[in-house]
């Protein structure tokens, strides 16, 4: 099965507001809805204008973080951790299914891109679309960092 991947040589560049942690004993998903579910309490009992995207990182040490970019004024001192994160080479799939479907995505998005002879790195970065109650229609976006390809020879 091939993925309508696109490989980007661009800057992405993304300021988030959440809460980061490490996923204790690998549970990578729960650790996010954790730290998801309490940022998003602080957002809301703060009245943070936000785009509405839940922005979950995986990275290096086994550290999630997970975010929302803010529309309105840097969020106060509520406690939100400031994450920025900088891609200059990066791989790019949207997913438009259940979220169930997730982690088997994103393996076959690792597994296309090795065999393109692409190495990848963290982070990962999914970015989820806005919530429907038809699942065959929710969108995720699917960012992982490239390391850069070797020139062949001169």
């Known amino acids: 099965m091939s993925l309508d991947l696109e490989i980007i ?6 300021g988030i507001y959440g809460y980061g942690a490490t996923a204790v004993n690998n549970d990578y998903s729960g650790t ?11 957002v809301k009992a703060n009245v943070l204008e936000n785009k509405g995207k839940n922005i979950w990182v995986y990275d290096k040490d086994k550290s999630v ?18 994450k920025i ?3 200059h ?9 259940s979220y169930n479907l997730l ?12 065999t393109k002879g692409y190495e990848t790195r963290l ?31 001169l």
């Open 9 to 14: 040589n661009d800057i992405f560049s993304i």
């Open 32 to 42: 996010a809805f954790r730290l998801s579910g309490r940022m998003w309490d602080a």
């Open 65 to 82: 973080f997970a975010g929302v970019e803010l529309t309105g004024s840097p969020a106060p001192e509520i406690g939100l951790e400031h």
């Open 85 to 87: 994160i900088t891609l």
């Open 89 to 97: 080479t990066y791989a790019y799939f949207k997913h438009i299914g």
């Open 103 to 114: 982690k088997q995505a994103g393996l076959l998005m690792r597994n296309e891109l090795s």
């Open 123 to 153: 982070p990962y970065i999914e970015i989820y679309g806005h919530w429907t109650t038809d699942e065959t229609n929710l969108e995720t976006e699917l960012l992982i960092a490239l390391s850069p390809k070797p020139a062949g020879p």
